[in-house]
Nanobody, 118 residues
Framework: QVQLVESGGGLVQAGGSLRLSCAAS????????MGWYRQAPGKQRELVAR???????NYADSVKGRFIISRDNAKNTMYLQMNSLKPEDTAVYYC????????????WGQGTQVTVSS
């Protein structure tokens, strides 16, 4: 089992920045991919960014050039640096992780609220 705990959410003005953290514990050796999802009110959960084997990164088109995903293996922590925030980035952000060969994300955090005011 892997436990994921997010932190770093909050209220920020448009154009500002936030950094989310996801601390992982448990059987961390079993996972090879981690990612950030978000869900806004009335909308489906969407993938924001993911990092595979600590190296390969992918981003949703809506956040490319503004968000940066990274992973610190020594601290068992994943980050999402969010810059130039927009009101449409307002959502609950979730950390996720999965094992090799598994198509679905196995593990999820509890979520952290990000609110961007205009």
């Amino acid at each position: 089992q892997v436990q994921l705990v997010e932190s770093g959410g909050g209220l920020v003005q448009a154009g500002g920045s936030l950094r989310l953290s996801c601390a992982a514990s448990g059987s961390i050796f079993s996972i090879n991919a981690m990612g950030w999802y978000r869900q806004a009110p009335g909308k489906q959960r969407e993938l924001v960014a993911r990092i595979i084997n600590g190296v390969t990164t992918n981003y949703a088109d809506s956040v490319k050039g503004r968000f940066i995903i990274s992973r610190d293996n020594a601290k068992n922590t994943m980050y999402l640096q969010m810059n130039s925030l927009k009101p449409e980035d307002t959502a609950v952000y979730y950390c996720a992780a999965k094992r090799p060969g598994i198509s679905e994300w196995d593990y999820w955090g509890q979520g952290t609220q990000v609110t961007v005011s205009s």
